[in-house]
């Protein structure tokens, strides 16, 4: 399936990521602290013990039970195997399926990342939320920019801004791509 969103479905995830980041009341600090984050919408953040192929997963419910034991009614359990870096996406993938479904209308809402290639639409879109949350559009294009002077090949650049917001360099590239910053001369 394809990964790609028109300009206006782009437009609502990144208005999303921006309401979330709002409401998370985030702070412009980079690198992103997403479980401070989540931590400030409510939700509780763990490791958890997962098959292999799951990421991690995202249980929403209306009323305030425990889930899997612990007393909260929003939860987001990671893979406790996966690296620092992709916790972090994962965590901002979880929350971009809480803002980009209909939990906010009182329905229920449980949902889980697979580490694979070829999701469909609403993981693409979850993890599209999630690069505009750990990146920030605005500070990522202007960190790639202040690279722009630096006799830097492209490996080099995603290898900084990589470390800069604390992503993976396939998250680094990604991103740099998402916002065309490849053929703009840089």
Same mark, same amino acid.
């Given at each position: 399936?394809? $990964?790609?969103?028109?300009?206006?479905? /782009?437009?609502?995830?990144?208005?999303?990521?921006?309401?979330?980041?709002?409401?998370s009341?985030?702070?412009?600090?980079? !690198?992103?602290?997403?479980?401070?984050?989540?931590?400030?919408?409510?939700?509780?953040?763990?490791?958890?013990?997962?098959i292999?192929?799951?990421?991690?997963?995202?249980v929403?419910?209306?009323?305030?039970?425990?889930?899997?034991?612990? !007393?909260?009614?929003?939860l987001?359990?990671?893979?406790?195997?996966?690296?620092?870096?992709?916790? /972090?996406?994962?965590?901002?993938?979880?929350?971009?399926?809480?803002?980009?479904?209909?939990?906010n209308?009182?329905?229920a809402?449980?949902?889980?990342?697979?580490?694979?290639?070829?999701?469909?639409?609403?993981?693409?879109?979850?993890?599209?939320?999630?690069?505009?949350?750990?990146? !920030?559009?605005?500070?990522?294009?202007k960190?790639f920019e202040?690279?722009k002077?630096?006799?830097?090949?492209?490996?080099?650049?995603?290898?900084?801004?990589?470390? @800069?917001f604390?992503? $993976?360099?396939?998250?680094?590239?990604? @991103?740099?791509?998402?916002?065309?910053?490849?053929?703009?001369g840089?």
């Amino acid at each position: 399936m394809s $990964t790609q969103f028109d300009e206006k479905e /782009k437009k609502y995830i990144e208005e999303k990521a921006q309401c979330f980041l709002k409401d998370s009341k985030y702070s412009g600090e980079e !690198p992103v602290n997403i479980i401070k984050l989540a931590q400030n919408i409510g939700f509780t953040v763990g490791n958890a013990a997962l098959i292999s192929d799951s990421d991690g997963f995202i249980v929403v419910k209306d009323n305030y039970t425990p889930l899997y034991g612990v !007393p909260t009614n929003k939860l987001i359990g990671v893979n406790s195997q996966r690296t620092i870096e992709w916790k /972090k996406f994962i965590i901002a993938h979880e929350i971009g399926h809480y803002y980009l479904s209909d939990v906010n209308k009182g329905n229920a809402l449980f949902a889980h990342r697979e580490h694979r290639k070829g999701k469909d639409k609403a993981e693409n879109a979850a993890d599209y939320f999630a690069s505009n949350v750990i990146m !920030p559009k605005e500070t990522f294009e202007k960190e790639f920019e202040s690279l722009k002077d630096n006799n830097l090949d492209m490996a080099d650049k995603v290898a900084i801004l990589a470390s @800069r917001f604390k992503v $993976t360099e396939e998250m680094a590239k990604r @991103r740099i791509e998402e916002l065309e910053l490849w053929n703009n001369g840089n």
